[in-house]
């Protein structure tokens, strides 16, 4: 390609003042949207458990549903359009998801003491497990333990390496008495654990597999890595960033327009108040249908940018929209990577970066607006968040109230109960133990309650409501 055809034309823009939101915001008194319901007392923030919990996939199950509806022909339709813009794209996601696979296969050694101890732990500590996760279970714990007791069998402790002194006058200068790098698994042991892990991947909502499966596949770590391809102008990391959010996109939307209708869900335990704040990192439209002045912190599936041109595009409805034809009609008219005309439309998705690039000005006032909720809330409710330090722009936003009464509901209490101490730099050891409608709590100096529990399992009258109701323990 000609050099005066770069695909940004020359120049590593996003916006003149991208990267710049966190000086930018505290000064930025914006008018769209309409006022973040006054500075309500309550405040909702929203994470991907929240839309797992109506039905859409949670954030570890998005690749392996990618790789899956990539396989239909609504799916092949919409990579073959993609592909047909994107000239030379070599990136593939079932080729990513086999490469991740081997990874994870390489480095089980430095995490198999973890695995295996965790799913022990799963198995003493869940009494929910069916007998086909327990044995799943059993099985992990039992193969890792034996690569274990190998190993420390092998090692050459204190007393041994003071008798080959004693003996031989030889200095020991290895651990072992074997060289571990030098021996190979066998195919059985290769097998059950590409098993393991490609299981992993299809379950990872398994209370045995999440343990394997860690965070092997995380798509908004796929594409901050090749969003700094905007940065340095690198074209191939561009085009593969254009693919892998358009696909995200269209995916998202398929699953939303899948959707049952009248399915409980935690939204609608929202729906209707105008008393509350909600900030979701959601991309869906169910925090917008529950709450109309709900603030999408992180991108919406509504909108979209062209990076190039500073436009701000939209869709009016996305349940309405017929996905191939906008593949192959609409998009294509607006994306041009080549000749005199650059024009590069990407979904309205800020990946986590440190530093928060501003890709559209409508981000500032997202921004602001979230920070004056969070600032003057008296209740924090946070709902299938893991308050992870991706987010530390986020982050930075919650330990700045110092004040409000915080309730976090997850599945996973061990970990957000540590992100949540660790965000408000807090000493992780001194929750106490409670129950909260009969589920498993913790709580911190009579300000913090994290409750280990599915989200439509709980009543949130009591932090949803403006009196200061009672919550039943």
Request: hydrophobic share 35%; with cysteine; proline share 3%.
């Amino acid at each position: 390609m000609d050099s005066n055809n770069h695909i940004n034309g020359g120049h590593n823009q996003l916006l003149p003042n991208a990267t710049h939101a966190e000086q930018h915001i505290h000064y930025h008194h914006g008018d769209e949207g309409g006022a973040a319901s006054h500075c309500a007392k309550n405040l909702v923030i929203l994470g991907a458990g929240a839309d797992a919990s109506a039905g859409l996939p949670a954030s570890t199950q998005l690749i392996p549903g990618i790789v899956t509806w990539l396989e239909t022909d609504e799916g092949k339709a919409i990579d073959e359009a993609l592909r047909k813009q994107l000239k030379r794209l070599t990136f593939r996601f079932d080729k990513f998801v086999d490469d991740a696979i081997e990874r994870l296969a390489k480095d089980l050694d430095r995490e198999r003491d973890t695995i295996c101890r965790n799913v022990r732990d799963e198995l003493n500590g869940n009494a929910h497990l069916d007998e086909r996760q327990r044995k799943m279970g059993s099985l992990i714990v039992r193969i890792f333990q034996k690569i274990t007791d190998v190993k420390n069998g092998a090692a050459i402790d204190e007393e041994t390496e003071a008798l080959i002194r004693e003996v031989t006058g030889i200095e020991p200068t290895d651990h072992t008495i074997i060289d571990f790098t030098k021996l190979n698994y066998t195919d059985t042991f290769k097998t059950i654990i590409t098993h393991i892990l490609r299981s992993s991947l299809h379950d990872s909502s398994n209370p045995i597999l999440r343990h394997v499966y860690k965070n092997l596949l995380d798509i908004e770590q796929l594409m901050a890595q090749y969003f700094y391809g905007f940065f340095t102008g690198r074209q191939a990391q561009i085009k593969t960033y254009l693919y892998i959010s358009w696909t995200l996109w269209a995916y998202l939307i398929h699953r939303e327009q899948m959707l049952e209708h009248g399915q409980p869900s935690v939204y609608d335990q929202l729906r209707g108040r105008d008393n509350l704040q909600v900030v979701t990192f959601n991309y869906t439209t169910l925090a917008a249908q529950a709450s109309p002045t709900a603030l999408h912190f992180n991108g919406n599936l509504t909108d979209y940018v062209d990076i190039e041109n500073k436009n701000d595009l939209h869709i009016d409805d996305i349940h309405a929209l017929d996905l191939i034809a906008f593949f192959r009609e609409r998009l294509p008219q607006e994306m041009s990577l080549e000749g005199e005309r650059i024009a590069i439309p990407v979904p309205s998705f800020i990946p986590p970066l440190k530093l928060k690039p501003v890709i559209s000005d409508s981000y500032i006032t997202t921004w602001y607006r979230t920070s004056e909720a969070i600032r003057h809330a008296g209740r924090i409710l946070i709902l299938g968040h893991s308050i992870h330090a991706n987010e530390n722009f986020f982050c930075d936003m919650v330990r700045a109230n110092r004040h409000a009464e915080i309730t976090l509901i997850d599945r996973d209490i061990d970990t957000v109960s540590r992100n949540l101490c660790n965000t408000l730099q807090l000493s992780v050891g001194r929750y106490t133990t409670l129950t909260v409608q009969g589920h498993p709590a913790r709580k911190y100096d009579n300000r913090i309650t994290v409750i280990q529990a599915d989200l439509n399992d709980i009543d949130l009258t009591p932090w949803l409501d403006d009196a200061d109701n009672h919550i039943s323990q």
